[in-house]
């Protein structure tokens, strides 16, 4: 490697950062799938030579993925995989297709490109290919071990024939696959541009800079925050569709001098049914870095030059390391719930750090029939609920647990799907009481347009989410199929081909997020702000915030103060951790 200036290696690093932002853009412009195009359900990825990512979201799966090519990779090659099990679960179902393209530059190899993205449908007995009901993966749909889609630049019309001939959506996904191909692409383009201005070893140097960067901070970030005594921390998954649960989801963090250790030892065993989530020990290593970067110090770039420094067991049979052929279909739901566990366990000894829990899963709306005109239509929706109180503020209402991510627009919807929103909302009073409110939740509203079924995928129905420092639990979600007589039917968080009618209406109501701190202190002020703004009721703010109005709704100041300093006198110790529901369903 040759010597390199900081400012050579900034230059390089804010590059390989607008690559991956444009990565994106070509992906959006050119893929069909709306949860892609629209809700950017998708991640990109640039490494080094060895597969190392050094700009991206999760961690890099390249190694694993190569390695199985006993003939090797030229240039020109192009991988495709949808196996998580053959992947080390690297992507966690066999909707998510991931696309692998090595960048050689001057017959090098330089890196790699990667892109995945949850497309439409890939078979299955249920529309979207995450059928509640699957007990093995063999049930959930075709998957593609790893394969080159191009060999040396030629395109395998073989493997195009098989994916179109096993999908209810072959045109979104074979435009979407491409899309893929073409945002690696992209990258691949770019990242020669750098070699060519640079010199491939000064590029190369660059690489090797950042990884370095990021161990070196990452391991002061560990001494600085992490416990040298382990603590764990346990939440639970309501259910796995099949009648069974709760599962808990344990974990043990300390570190020893810079090194940090994470343990899942005490998870519960697989799941019968598709909750069972098949942790990429890459991956984690990637949402661990992320979770502490963004708390502690967003400077730090997000790559892989940390890994060596942290340390991963994960019981294989468990719900974080199912064996194959186990179902992964419905597996967001312990994906989202590891980011409220891990903050659970990191805030044991310094919960004033730390936020509380969130809507914890990623809840699916499914409907699919055909429309008037006979034309078959298949529409994916990911759904948002609240994020945590936090120290710095209020948790933010509506969004996803990914901040990439967003919703799908109502007049997308409207265009082209069968179907009408009569209101999209924040739930008033879901998110968890505190001196910094927790997120409230979203309430949608559809009307049915066209004869078809509905499928639900959410979790926190029971369970709510935790509040912390004080801080209250946040709501649960619900769901209820409102038939056009006006019948009102309760439907379960996880459940597969509602029959739905043309008038009926679905009512989807997500989970909210815990509180963080005492109520109590609470800004009269903000209190007000929230009931003019419909987020908090009049009665919540008198009940949880001790904040009494006139019948103007100015704030009667007398009577609030009276009324908080009762309520300080009448409660007993404020806990680090309120569970709300937990005790009474959890045994």
Request: include cysteine; aromatic fraction near 10%; charge should be negative.
């Amino acid at each position: 490697m040759v010597k390199i200036d900081s400012i050579t290696v900034d230059i390089i690093e804010n590059a390989l950062k607008n690559i991956k932002e444009e990565m994106d853009v070509t992906l959006f412009r050119s893929a069909m799938s709306p949860v892609i195009r629209e809700q950017h359900d998708c991640f990109p990825m640039i490494t080094d030579p060895e597969g190392k990512m050094v700009v991206g979201n999760f961690g890099s799966h390249v190694p694993e993925v190569v390695n199985q090519f006993e003939e090797g990779i030229h240039e020109g090659d192009v991988i495709f995989v949808s196996d998580p099990y053959s992947t080390g679960g690297s992507i966690s179902h066999i909707n998510d297709w991931m696309i692998i393209l090595p960048i050689f530059h001057q017959n090098e190899i330089v890196g790699y490109s990667s892109m995945f993205g949850h497309v439409m449908d890939v078979g299955g007995p249920v529309p979207s290919s995450m059928p509640v009901t699957a007990t093995t993966i063999f049930g959930e749909g075709v998957r593609f071990p790893p394969v080159k889609l191009y060999d040396k630049g030629v395109l395998n019309e073989s493997i195009i024939k098989i994916m179109k001939a096993n999908t209810r959506t072959p045109l979104e996904n074979y435009s979407d696959l491409m899309a893929l191909v073409a945002s690696c692409r992209t990258a691949e383009k770019r990242v020669k541009e750098l070699c060519e201005r640079f010199g491939t070893e000064k590029y190369l140097s660059a690489l090797n800079a950042l990884l370095e960067r990021t161990n070196v901070m990452m391991r002061q970030l560990i001494q600085n925050f992490l416990p040298t005594e382990p603590v764990s921390f346990e939440d639970y998954i309501d259910d796995d569709g099949l009648g069974n649960g709760p599962f808990k989801m344990k974990l043990t963090v300390w570190r020893e001098g810079d090194n940090a250790y994470f343990d899942w030892g005490g998870t519960d065993k697989q799941a019968p049914g598709p909750i069972n989530y098949y942790l990429s020990e890459p991956m984690f290593k990637m949402f661990i870095g992320s979770f502490l970067i963004s708390v502690f110090d967003p400077a730090i770039n997000f790559n892989d030059g940390f890994y060596e420094v942290l340390h991963i067991k994960t019981p294989e049979g468990s719900l974080m390391r199912p064996k194959a052929p186990a179902a992964l279909g419905c597996r967001t739901h312990a994906l989202s719930r590891l980011f409220d566990v891990l903050s659970g366990a990191l805030s044991i000894n310094t919960p004033e750090n730390s936020p509380a829990a969130g809507y914890g899963t990623s809840p699916y709306f499914i409907y699919s029939g055909y429309d008037d005109e006979g034309r078959y239509f298949n529409l994916m929706e990911v759904m948002y609920g609240g994020l945590p109180g936090r120290p710095i503020g209020d948790g933010i209402d509506g969004h996803s647990w990914w901040p990439a991510f967003v919703n799908i627009p109502t007049e997308y919807l409207e265009t082209y799907y069968p179907l009408l929103v009569n209101s999209y909302k924040t739930g008033t009073d879901s998110g968890g009481a505190g001196l910094n409110r927790g997120g409230n939740c979203n309430e949608k509203l559809y009307t049915i347009l066209a004869e078809g079924t509905v499928s639900i995928h959410d979790d926190r129905s029971i369970i709510q989410p935790w509040g912390i420092n004080g801080g209250e639990p946040g709501s649960s979600s619900s769901k209820m199929l409102i038939k056009k007589d006006g019948t009102r039917i309760p439907l379960p968080s996880k459940v597969d081909n509602v029959e739905v009618e043309k008038g009926d209406q679905i009512l989807f109501i997500t989970g909210g997020s815990g509180g963080w701190g005492d109520p109590l202190e609470r800004e009269v002020e903000r209190v007000r702000l929230d009931v003019a703004r419909g987020l908090v009721s009049v009665e919540k703010a008198a009940q949880s915030y001790g904040v009494l109005f006139t019948d103007h709704l100015e704030v009667d100041q007398a009577k609030t103060e009276e009324t908080r300093a009762k309520m300080k006198l009448e409660r007993g110790k404020l806990e680090s951790f309120n569970f709300g529901n937990r005790e009474k369903v959890v045994q």
